[in-house]
């Protein structure tokens, strides 16, 4: 009897969907010698893309996906650059955040596919030589203006302590500084939505409870407080959260940490530390028509330590932004630092692991996910209603699985702001679900939803819900984090 129960088991579990199903990675292959810790990513054509390294090199790929690509060497000599970009074509020079400044490459004859001059744009800000003293980006917003995000150093750097590390960075087409956000810790993403908002990512850490996605608008303090004697500075656009010896309270759980610190900002998502990844990073909105399957308007963000690849689906309640992550391929083959959109609508994933141990079976590398034409069994939306949830599914559902309370399971939680690395979850409680009406489309389902709390994350587990053809989904988790609760 068991026996047979368990053979059962074993068939069913091998006719699970996969990731893999759905979507493919490809690995593009790197010539012997060349040491490809991808910091950014830039296609230039159908054919072409082009990235720079942390070792300082610009590589420009052809073909990239053939058996055997193409490497040129366009330029060395650069100082861990972690961004590309060329808003308004390559023809008017390629973006590129090097450590101690903001530069733009040109190539004055493109034929040979070199870079041939490269100009400062703004090198404001100064260096200490502490190793983690990483500038990431630039990303360009809706006036134009390019954004960078500067890391906090860790310990000391043989210059002494530096201003606004930890700050994100506005810089006009003149070439000037502006110092518009303090609080950020390990700001490894930022990019700009569809409408030109600049978002950034940050990593788990001291004063940082877990991994987040938080939209940024000058005078916000983001919660680290390394660098915030840089308010007092006539450059700053923060007022300063701290009490004259620059410290800020310690210990407050988040909804209190809203309330009592000065312009205290918090994101817009956050990562449950190990349920969705440990370190996250590059992101990009998916502005494909669909290339990449059923998720168009919503954020793909890789992550440093679990080599996957995660998605987020955003709304904005009472002026707030908020939403919920979803898990969505994982076993890539590093962390990922980089994602970029190709011409194709696969997208492209820059991988390094140096100083940032990840999982995967090599170093560093590119790869891309492709989409098979499939489309998972999957919670498209988590939604915000009064009292509850609407969830939206990619296909129909079956009524009975989908409309019984049981099938769901929530819980909440909230984290501590502390100097401490991390924070566990706290203050957990059950959010009975009393109530699940499926709409007459079939498509969605309103969940009646008791105890919500505004800044907790809602950890959702829909492990009963079955689609018409009685399939479980591909990934039952979401993770909706909750600053603002419908009225």
């Given amino acids: 009897m068991f026996a047979s129960l368990s053979l059962v088991a074993a068939v069913v579990?091998?006719?699970?969907?996969?990731?893999?199903?759905?979507?493919?990675?490809?690995?593009?292959?790197?010539?012997?010698?060349?040491?490809?810790?991808?910091g950014g990513i830039l296609p230039l054509d159908a054919d072409r893309l082009m990235v720079c390294t942390r070792r300082g090199e610009v590589w420009t790929i052809t073909n990239p996906w053939s058996k055997e690509p193409k490497f040129l060497l366009s330029l060395d000599g650069l100082q861990e650059p972690l961004g590309l970009l060329a808003p308004d074509g390559v023809s008017k020079g390629i973006y590129v955040g090097q450590r101690g400044e903001l530069s733009r490459m040109f190539d004055d004859e493109p034929a040979d596919g070199r870079i041939d001059r490269v100009e400062t744009v703004c090198d404001d800000w100064d260096i200490s030589g502490n190793y983690h003293e990483y500038t990431f980006g630039p990303a360009r917003d809706a006036n134009g203006d390019?954004?960078?995000?500067?890391?906090?150093?860790?310990?000391?750097?043989?210059?002494?302590?530096?201003?606004?590390?930890?700050?994100?960075?506005?810089?006009?087409?003149?070439?000037?500084?502006?110092?518009?956000?303090?609080?950020?810790?390990?700001?490894?993403?930022?990019?700009?939505?569809?409408?030109?908002?600049?978002?950034?990512?940050d990593n788990q850490g001291e004063w940082c409870a877990t991994s987040k996605l938080a939209a940024i608008h000058p005078g916000e303090f983001h919660g680290h407080p390394w660098g915030i004697a840089s308010c007092r500075r006539p450059?700053?656009?923060?007022?300063?959260?701290?009490?004259?010896?620059?410290?800020?309270?310690?210990g407050l759980l988040m909804p209190e940490a809203a309330k009592r610190i000065r312009n205290f900002t918090l994101?817009?998502?956050?990562?449950?530390?190990?349920?969705?990844?440990r370190s996250a990073s590059g992101f990009v909105w998916d502005t494909t028509g669909?290339?990449?399957?059923?998720?168009?308007?919503?954020?793909?963000?890789g992550d440093q330590y679990s080599a996957e690849v995660l998605r987020v689906d955003l709304e904005k309640v009472d002026g707030h932004w908020q939403g919920a992550v979803f898990p969505f391929r994982a076993g890539c083959g590093c962390g990922i630092v980089r994602v970029a959109w190709l011409p194709d609508g696969s997208l492209a994933l820059g991988e390094t692991n140096r100083g940032w141990a990840s999982r995967g079976e090599h170093p560093q590398g590119?790869?891309?996910?492709?989409?098979?034409?499939?489309?998972?069994?999957?919670?498209?939306?988590?939604?915000?209603?009064?009292?509850?949830?609407?969830?939206?599914?990619?296909?129909?559902?079956?009524?009975?699985?989908?409309?019984?309370?049981?099938?769901?399971e929530m819980i909440s939680y909230t984290y501590e702001h502390h100097e401490p690395y991390g924070s566990a979850e706290m203050d957990t409680k059950p959010c009975p679900i009393t109530k699940a009406t499926v709409a007459s489309d079939g498509k969605s389902v309103e969940l009646a939803v008791d105890g919500m709390r505004e800044v907790y994350v809602h950890e959702l587990h829909a492990r009963g819900v079955r689609n018409a053809r009685g399939e479980p989904l591909l990934h039952e988790a979401a993770y909706y984090t909750v600053n603002r609760i419908a009225r």
Wanted: proline share 10%; charged share 25%.
């Fill in 235 to 250: 450059e700053s656009r923060v007022e300063s959260p701290a009490d004259a010896n620059d410290q800020i309270p310690n």
């Fill in 267 to 277: 994101p817009a998502v956050w990562f449950p530390y190990d349920k969705v990844g």
């Fill in 366 to 408: 590119l790869e891309r996910l492709v989409w098979t034409g499939k489309t998972p069994f999957e919670i498209l939306h988590m939604r915000l209603i009064p009292g509850g949830f609407r969830l939206e599914f990619t296909e129909p559902v079956d009524a009975a699985t989908a409309g019984d309370p049981k099938s769901y």
């Fill in 290 to 301: 669909g290339k990449l399957g059923a998720f168009d308007g919503q954020i793909f963000i």
């Fill in 146 to 201: 390019l954004w960078i995000t500067l890391n906090r150093p860790f310990g000391l750097g043989p210059f002494g302590e530096k201003d606004w590390r930890g700050w994100g960075v506005r810089i006009t087409p003149d070439g000037k500084a502006h110092y518009e956000v303090a609080g950020l810790r390990s700001p490894c993403g930022v990019g700009a939505s569809p409408d030109g908002e600049i978002f950034y990512s």
């Fill in 13 to 38: 579990a091998a006719d699970r969907p996969k990731e893999s199903d759905f979507y493919r990675l490809e690995r593009c292959a790197t010539p012997p010698g060349v040491v490809l810790e991808v």
